[in-house]
């Protein structure tokens, strides 16, 4: 398997404008968490799906963000509009029900954003 | 709730041993990880441990766990320069079944050659 794919691997956007950031998470994985991780708040949960549904939204930062799981192998996290405060990596990570290695995730490349 | 704390940065001289330390506020938690980001990557799986053991040694890497004091802590020996990375510690608590790991902020740890 590839492993978490995530694209693009790089951001850079105006202040204002629409961001969408994707993911694909490992075959046969029914986790998925988008984490984002800045030098002033280290790594933050934003949201994770279970079987395409989300769980837990509470990190989400405010209404400009929103993800999407449409279906098991693609995931979204759009920022509108975004702002140079949303400037940060983002990471997708996927775990599976049942591993061999309780709740063990594997991360994404990660994409960096950059909003002027 | 659950929390998990980490010195934030390290500094250690190239062959000598590292020690980065964590504490963590669930005694639930029942599998603790350390994973390793590397300069623009994602975060990977170093080791872990489980709550039933009190230490794991993996090559250079020794976990030791102090349930008693919630402390868990990760040495690596011979520290080389590609061991510069940040480190962070991960708990996931059985019985919760959310998927979940809390993660800690993240250690930077330097090697200075």
């Known amino acids: 398997d590839a492993g978490v794919i995530q694209s693009p691997r790089h951001e850079v956007t105006e202040m204002g404008q629409e961001v969408t950031l994707r993911c694909k998470p490992i075959?046969?994985?029914?986790?998925l968490f988008w984490y984002r991780q800045t030098m002033m708040r280290g790594l933050e949960l934003l949201i994770y799906?279970?079987?395409?549904?989300?769980?837990?939204d509470s990190g989400m930062p405010e209404d400009r963000f929103s993800a999407k799981m449409p279906n098991a192998s693609f995931s979204t996290l759009k920022i509108q509009p975004s702002e140079p405060r949303d400037s940060a990596v983002y990471f997708c990570?996927?775990?599976?029900?049942?591993?061999?290695?309780?709740?063990?995730?594997?991360f994404g490349p990660g994409t960096r954003l950059t909003v002027l | 709730g659950e929390d998990v704390e980490q010195s934030l940065f390290l500094s250690v001289r190239e062959g000598d041993s590292s020690v980065i330390n964590c504490t963590y506020t669930?005694?639930?938690?029942?599998?603790l990880y350390w994973y390793k980001q590397e300069p623009g990557a994602g975060l990977q799986l170093l080791t872990y441990?489980?709550?039933?053991?009190d230490m794991k040694q993996d090559q250079r890497l020794t976990v030791l766990l102090n349930k008693k004091d919630k402390h868990l802590s990760l040495r690596i020996a011979d520290t080389q320069t590609g061991d510069s990375a940040i480190y962070f510690c991960?708990?996931?608590?059985?019985?919760?079944?959310?998927?979940?790991?809390?993660f800690g902020q993240g250690t930077t740890l330097q090697v200075k050659p």
């Open positions: 990570a996927s775990s599976v029900t049942g591993a061999a290695l309780y709740n063990e995730q594997f």
């Open positions: 075959s046969g994985h029914d986790y």
């Open positions: 799906f279970n079987n395409n549904v989300p769980i837990d």
């Open positions: 669930d005694s639930s938690s029942t599998y």
């Open positions: 441990i489980f709550s039933n053991m």
């Open positions: 991960a708990g996931a608590r059985f019985s919760s079944n959310t998927g979940k790991l809390i």
